[in-house]
């Protein structure tokens, strides 16, 4: 039985890169790794100017329950420290490492079959791993969770434009990426497991299915639309438990985690290797040689255009997007290094970027129908424009998750996600509920 969630869109997926294998992206001479790469606390720096390091040797340590660990992705020399800017456009300290093109790498002591859950946690979270579907929330916090819980499920839907690294992984580490799953199991003493794929995946759906039946965990064939892979839309798809208004998954026994951090886990647990370098998707008409590519932290996204542009230039380049062109956002500069959030690098030009003028709200309510949930996105609008805070909170401002659903129907243009972001932003502000 093929599943989904209610309401919803579907744009064209765009999987330019689907059939592109994974391949080891050449790491430059410099690389500059942020020591922010998660949601919580900075992590602080360890190393000194001039110190010697190996890949995985610890840069950065995580600075309160919800932070993670920083490791570098070469081996080399520590040249500074430099204040740059991100990708998001916020000035963050960087590790400045020189490359000695060695590799040499340290790893931890794999953990045993029989290690407990406690030991699988303390791994995670040593390893610095955190959400890498692009959220980047400390993966050892998810799996501490305050209220019991009785089910994982891994979002292996992928629905985003565009990219594929998710695809590839479980195609060309569908064995690792199962197991990861099997350990995440024992880290929150659950008995059910299920993965969520959409059917546009059958490859997937097929390779795994025997793979998955044997260690007790089920593949869930979803309906591909977006945003399928929204924790709470994937929640109510495959098990139709609803999270409410606010909550959070384990409200309903549900820890969400996505492909490539179960990947992650069964490198940190049974290879004992820190998170420092990350599958992502590089695509878009602005570059000739797209692909999945293997790509240590710290290589900046100039250096990834440069490699994958072929004839390609720079000014014909519309937007950079980090992330995919629904969630994602756009790149402040070319400067800015990669992380591990950076799921996907979509090089926009005039093909891939529709621009269309800004019109009046025409009361059609597509944006209504839409929503995953259920929010009022064209009133939540209205209620910013006039400062009536309460106003959109009532018609669900506080709900969104800024899929960009409404956005994307609205014939209008209307900026409905920017109105509903700000309204959750002055809400907070003024302790509106």
Do not use: W
């Not at 294998?21 to 998660?38: A, C, E, G, M, Y």
């Amino acid at each position: 039985m093929i599943k989904t969630f209610r309401r919803g869109i579907h744009p064209s997926s765009n999987k330019l890169t689907s059939d592109s294998s994974l391949t080891i992206f050449p790491t430059p001479r410099i690389v500059r790794i942020p020591i922010s790469q998660h949601i919580g606390a900075p992590a602080e720096i360890k190393v000194n100017i001039g110190d010697a390091v190996l890949a995985g040797s610890l840069l950065a340590e995580a600075k309160g329950f919800v932070s993670a660990n920083i490791y570098s992705s070469v081996s080399g020399t520590v040249k500074k420290f430099e204040s740059i800017v991100n990708a998001q456009g916020n000035s963050v300290m960087h590790v400045v490492i020189e490359n000695d093109g060695k590799y040499d790498a340290v790893n931890f002591e794999p953990l045993d079959k029989d290690a407990s859950k406690e030991e699988i946690v303390a791994r995670i979270r040593l390893a610095g791993i955190v959400g890498m579907g692009g959220a980047t929330f400390p993966t050892h916090v998810k799996l501490s969770p305050s209220k019991p819980v009785d089910t994982l499920i891994i979002n292996g839907a992928e629905c985003e434009p565009y990219i594929t690294c998710d695809h590839r992984i479980m195609l060309e580490r569908g064995e690792e990426f199962v197991e990861g799953v099997a350990i995440l199991k024992t880290a929150l003493g659950v008995e059910r497991a299920f993965i969520g794929i959409e059917t546009n995946k059958k490859d997937a759906i097929e390779y795994l299915s025997n793979i998955a039946k044997e260690r007790g965990i089920e593949i869930v064939p979803l309906r591909p639309k977006y945003p399928q892979g929204a924790e709470k839309q994937l929640i109510y798809a495959v098990t139709k438990r609803k999270v409410p208004a606010g909550g959070l998954p384990m409200d309903v026994g549900v820890v969400v985690d996505n492909v490539h951090t179960a990947y992650s886990v069964f490198r940190a647990v049974r290879l004992g290797e820190p998170l420092y370098m990350r599958a992502m998707t590089v695509s878009g008409h602005g570059v000739e040689n797209g692909g999945n590519f293997l790509v240590r932290n710290g290589v900046s996204y100039r250096e990834i255009f440069e490699h994958t542009k072929g004839n390609k230039k720079e000014e014909d380049l519309i937007k950079v997007i980090s992330g995919g062109p629904m969630m994602g956002f756009a790149v402040s500069s070319l400067d800015a290094s990669t992380t591990k959030g950076t799921s996907s690098i979509l090089f926009a030009t005039k093909e891939d970027v529709k621009t269309e003028k800004i019109t009046a709200c025409i009361n059609c309510a597509r944006c209504v129908g839409a929503c995953p949930m259920g929010v009022m996105p064209m009133y939540v609008e209205r209620s910013v424009d006039i400062g009536d805070i309460k106003g959109a909170v009532k018609y669900g401002a506080n709900n969104c998750i800024e899929c960009g659903s409404c956005a994307y129907v609205c014939p209008a243009k209307r900026p409905l996600v920017t109105s509903c972001r700000l309204a959750k932003k002055l809400a907070r502000e003024k302790g509106v509920k």
